[in-house]
């Protein structure tokens, strides 16, 4: 234990009980000294002319043996110690050590006894020293709030109140679409649009969604300069959220149903993700596109000392959040919060921002994968959940090419990573001919294309952003 600085220093109170559980002590550095003292002690002779006992004489020998670096200290609690007994009906307590101890070979007998039911604990608790549990405060509700009603769906009740950014979630097989917001969208609207800039703003998305009507957030953030989150509080206002289907995860025009026009067909969603593997070439550590966040420096949501987010306010909005309210800003208004047109644009020759990414396939920008996108033009028959418009498997052959297109761009800036021909050629068979539910199978399998929480371009994070 000395030799690992990591371990901790176990004390056993019954070291030949396997059921013992031990007290960790903690490793501390320290500068003492070793000391080794002896008391010696000298009785002198009793007087008999008086009735007074002299004190024994005591003396006392100090050496030094050495400094001491490392000292282990038992902080902890004992914890639970849980022992093989068995309590019969009168409530005598027996042990079953010499039942379920094997000491020594045993003939069959001994595994065939009938014996009482004993089931040892198979972890105790992690923790050895009380800590405080810091509760959570009262919860303050914004004004209007109202508790919801106590259901079989909502037996505790919310931790927080609702975000009031009332978007309308829409279901692929609804039957029917939204064709104007919630009136507590157009409030919640009009009561943060109090200057000029937000209601220029407004005009721009609504020219967006006159010229296309459907659009990713990140799209509409690599078009308009807008505030996050004055942008949360104005799609709400002029489209609809689509939940499942080959539009999921997009804003759609209030009115507008793609299930009923073929010509949405370039509007659907792709989910693209870099594949990696040794298979295709290249292992995780050689990704050129790096994770959004390391695992190494994941804190846990319960940890006490997290970092403190601005709450924006309804005050702050009315204020100009997000626009050019000051003067001598380093960035113009005009661009302030626009996104590259890379975060939902794929082009030919260029590697993606991120390892997942969410394209609509009329941003994929490369003339062989729009042949595949409009092989049936004129003739889409029947739009389902799966490839909406789009012939079967057109998904699983845009993600193909697209990789075999991000394989060239790594080959061309690392090729010692494809110094094998064989390993190389291997890998791009595999990843031209691999089927699209093997894709699916594989992407499970390997954590790293697993989505992170709060990135830009997830879906999930979108929707808790508006529930």
Not at 260 to 288: S, T, W
Not at 377 to 398: F, M, N, Q, V, Y
Not at 430 to 444: K, M, P, V
């Amino acid at each position: 234990i000395y030799a690992d600085p990591a371990k901790r220093l176990e004390l056993y109170f019954r070291p030949k009980d396997p059921y013992c559980h031990p007290v960790c002590a903690n490793r501390f550095p320290t500068s003492t000294m070793l000391l080794k003292v002896r008391r010696r002690t000298k009785k002198k002779q009793q007087q008999l002319d008086t009735e007074e006992q002299n004190q024994p004489q005591v003396e006392f020998e100090m050496e030094i043996l050495g400094i001491v670096t490392t000292v282990y200290k038992f902080q902890g609690m004992s914890d639970f110690q849980y022992l093989a007994m068995h309590s019969g009906p009168d409530g005598k307590q027996t042990s079953m050590y010499d039942k379920v101890l094997m000491l020594k070979p045993e003939k069959e007998e001994f595994f065939n006894r009938e014996l009482p039911l004993y089931i040892p604990p198979p972890i105790f608790s992690r923790l050895d020293t009380p800590v405080d549990y810091f509760y959570r405060p009262d919860i303050q509700h914004r004004e209007g709030y109202h508790n919801p009603q106590v259901s079989g769906e909502n037996l505790i009740g919310l931790s927080r109140a609702r975000r009031p950014h009332n978007a309308i979630f829409v279901n692929f097989d609804d039957e029917e679409i939204p064709t104007k917001p919630l009136d507590a969208a157009v409030q919640t609207w009009k009561k943060v649009c109090t200057n000029p800039v937000d209601k220029k703003v407004e005009e721009e998305l609504r020219k967006l969604f006159e010229a296309r009507p459907v659009w990713s957030r990140n799209a509409v953030k690599a078009n308009i300069s807008v505030h996050p989150d004055k942008l949360k509080l104005l799609l709400p206002y002029l489209a609809f959220y689509m939940l499942t289907g080959p539009w999921r995860s997009l804003w759609v025009r209030f009115g507008y149903d793609p299930r009923k026009h073929p010509e949405a067909k370039i509007y659907q969603v792709l989910d693209f993700r870099i594949r990696c593997g040794m298979k295709y070439g290249y292992a995780p550590n050689d990704m050129p596109v790096k994770a959004k966040r390391s695992t190494y420096n994941y804190s846990l949501p319960i940890t006490v000392k997290k970092q403190a987010s601005h709450t924006v306010s309804v005050h702050d909005l009315k204020q100009g959040l997000g626009t050019a309210a000051a003067a001598g800003a380093k960035k113009a208004a005009s661009s302030r919060y626009k996104l590259k047109e890379s975060i939902y644009i794929f082009r030919e020759g260029a590697l993606p921002p991120y390892r997942q990414m969410f394209y609509q396939l009329c941003d994929l920008s490369v003339d062989s994968l729009q042949k595949i996108i409009h092989r049936n033009d004129g003739s889409e028959a029947e739009c389902t959940e799966r490839d909406g418009w789009c012939l079967p498997k057109t998904s699983d052959e845009l993600r193909d090419t697209m990789s075999l297109m991000i394989k060239q761009i790594i080959k061309s800036t690392r090729p010692a990573l494809f110094s094998n021909p064989t390993s190389s050629e291997d890998g791009k068979e595999q990843l031209a001919y691999e089927s699209g539910e093997d894709e699916d199978d594989e992407e499970e399998e390997e954590e790293d294309f697993k989505p992170s929480d709060g990135s830009e371009n997830e879906m999930e994070t979108e929707i808790l952003d508006y529930v």
